[in-house]
């Protein structure tokens, strides 16, 4: 297993790299980078043979591609819902800053066809999971901008979960074979988190992400006092694309689905 945790930071250019085709994490088959932006920065972003997401975190901007063009602005990912466009190969996409922004953008290999979507945070609303169960202490509130039912022609998922403060996700512990990246942000700098893959443990920090190899079981965590973002991204695998079916808890926490608290 290569690594599975990373604190990368921001270049003088503004550019984070997470995870890429050829670097250590390459076990995740995607480009996944975040972009801080100043106020009247743009940026275009344009490959052949693949597909591309760009999700606002924070700020305002245009973007444009694919004949889309929109004004979108979320104050940040604690308190507003996902902004996303989502383009086929070989489709420009330009994003102009009006104020400090920050984006993530997600690619990974895809040579089929479609029409660019713009996801709005109408079409992928916030839902508790685990309310009331495992003591409640597992509570998060999930989104998912597109998966295969979304989007069947992508090669990719992309959703977020908040956690409760203290609380834990990814709960049960379980595992799938689609590998899957996490991206950490904390409502204060000082928030920590704990992330597990396989039996290693990392602390999770502000800008922190996760690179978890398909098979691996994930759970993690939250200190109290503190808030927890994660960008989920999983890459689906030819000819088994990521279904909620494919989620195995492991056998030996099932019985907590039945146990009093």
Not at 40 to 66: H, P
Not at 70 to 96: I, M, N, Q
Not at 166 to 193: A, C, I, M, V
């Amino acid at each position: 297993m290569g690594k599975v945790f990373g604190y990368p930071e921001f270049d003088g250019r503004g550019e984070k790299i997470l995870t890429t085709y050829d670097n250590e994490y390459r076990d995740m088959l995607m480009d996944i980078r975040v972009y801080r932006m100043k106020r009247g920065e743009e940026r275009i972003f344009c490959r052949e043979g693949e597909e591309t997401a760009v999700l606002l975190l924070a700020g305002k901007a245009v973007f444009f591609g694919g004949g889309i063009s929109a004004e979108v602005s979320r104050k940040d990912v604690f308190t507003e819902g996902p902004w996303c466009l989502h383009v086929c190969s070989g489709v420009e996409v330009r994003v102009e800053a009006g104020t400090e922004t920050e984006i993530l953008v997600q690619r990974t290999k895809n040579e089929r066809e479609f029409a660019s979507r713009l996801y709005a945070p109408a079409d992928a609303p916030w839902g508790y999971s685990c309310l009331g169960k495992f003591g409640d202490v597992a509570k998060r509130r999930v989104n998912t901008v597109f998966d295969h039912d979304i989007a069947p022609w992508s090669n990719m998922v992309l959703g977020e979960v908040l956690n409760d403060r203290g609380n834990w996700s990814g709960y049960l512990p379980h595992r799938h074979p689609q590998p899957e990246t996490y991206y950490f942000k904390f409502d204060r700098p000082e928030g920590f988190g704990a992330s597990f893959v396989g039996d290693e443990v990392f602390k999770s920090v502000d800008g922190s992400f996760s690179a978890i190899p398909g098979g691996e079981l994930h759970p993690q965590a939250v200190a109290p006092g503190f808030q927890m973002y994660t960008c989920w991204m999983i890459r689906h695998l030819p000819g088994r694309p990521w279904l909620q079916t494919d989620r195995c808890e492991d056998e030996r926490y099932t019985w907590l689905h039945d146990a009093k608290f």
